[in-house]
C-alpha cells in the first residue's frame, strides 16, 4: 500500500491586538495605576516615568525593556497568585466595561464562520491571559513574565509580542501546531503592527492611529473605527 504524507490542516487565522483594538483603553496603563493605588509602585515617580514612556510609544515605538523594567518592578517576589487577584478585580471592575460592543459582535462573526481566534498583545501575559479567556480567545500571546519559585522575578521570559516580535510568535505557534494558514485576518490600532499586518492576507486596520491611518491610505487598506463602549 502507498503510504500519504498526513495532509496539513488549512486554517483561517482572525488575530486581534488588545488595547484600543478590541478595548477602549491600555490594560497596561490602568494596571500601572492599580499598582499605584495598591501601594506597590511610588505614585508620583512611576507614573511620572510610566507617562514619558508613554508618549514615546505613540512617536517612535516604545522602548520596550525600559517600559518592562518598570512595570515589572514592583512585582519582584510577589506570588502568582496575589498578582492574579489584582488583575481579576481590575478585569472586573475597569477592563471589561471598555471592550467595544462592536468588538464583541466582531470576534462573534469570525467564530461563527469557524475562524481560528487568537490573541496577541504587546501588554503583559498575565493582563492579556485573563482578558483574552474572558472575550473567548483559545490562543493568546503576551509578553511573557518570568515567575520562579511562585514569584515574579521582575523579568521577561522569551519573545517579546512587540512590532516584529508578533509575527515571530504567530510562525513560532504555526510550526508547533503544524497547520498552514489558508487566509489570515489582522485587527490593529497601532503602526507598531504593521510587520503582522503586512504578514496577513486581509489587514484590518481598527481604531488606527494617525501614522497607521496615514500607512493605510497609502496602502489601499480599508480602516474601521469602533464605537465606543457605553
Not at 32 to 58: S, T, V
Request: hydrophobic content about 45%.
Amino acid at each position: 500500500s502507498v503510504h500519504k504524507a498526513p495532509v496539513m490542516q488549512a486554517l483561517t487565522l482572525a488575530i486581534f491586538d488588545l488595547d484600543h483594538t478590541l478595548l477602549d483603553a491600555d490594560c497596561s496603563a490602568h494596571w500601572a495605576a492599580h499598582m499605584q493605588d495598591l501601594g506597590w509602585a511610588d505614585r508620583e515617580q512611576f507614573a511620572h516615568q510610566h507617562a514619558a514612556l508613554m508618549a514615546d510609544y505613540g512617536e517612535r515605538g516604545l522602548d520596550m525593556h525600559a517600559y518592562l523594567d518598570l512595570t515589572l518592578a514592583p512585582l519582584v517576589g510577589r506570588s502568582e497568585a496575589e498578582v492574579a487577584r489584582e488583575v481579576e478585580q481590575l478585569i472586573n471592575t475597569q477592563l471589561l466595561a471598555r471592550v467595544y460592543p462592536e468588538a464583541l459582535e466582531l470576534i462573534a462573526s469570525h467564530r461563527a464562520a469557524g475562524h481560528t481566534l487568537m490573541l496577541v498583545s504587546a501588554s503583559e501575559e498575565f493582563l492579556v491571559r485573563p482578558m483574552g479567556l474572558a472575550l473567548g480567545f483559545e490562543h493568546i500571546h503576551g509578553v511573557p513574565c518570568e515567575v520562579r519559585a511562585g514569584r515574579y522575578s521582575g523579568r521577561t521570559q522569551g519573545l517579546l509580542t512587540y512590532a516584529e516580535g508578533k509575527v515571530h510568535c504567530l510562525e513560532n505557534w504555526l510550526m508547533r501546531q503544524h497547520v498552514e494558514v489558508q487566509q489570515s485576518y489582522f485587527y490593529s490600532d497601532s503602526h507598531n503592527d504593521l510587520p503582522l499586518l503586512e504578514w496577513v492576507s486581509e489587514p484590518r486596520p481598527t481604531n488606527p492611529n494617525a501614522r497607521l491611518t496615514a500607512e493605510a491610505e497609502r496602502r489601499g487598506w480599508a480602516c474601521r473605527w469602533l464605537n465606543a463602549a457605553a
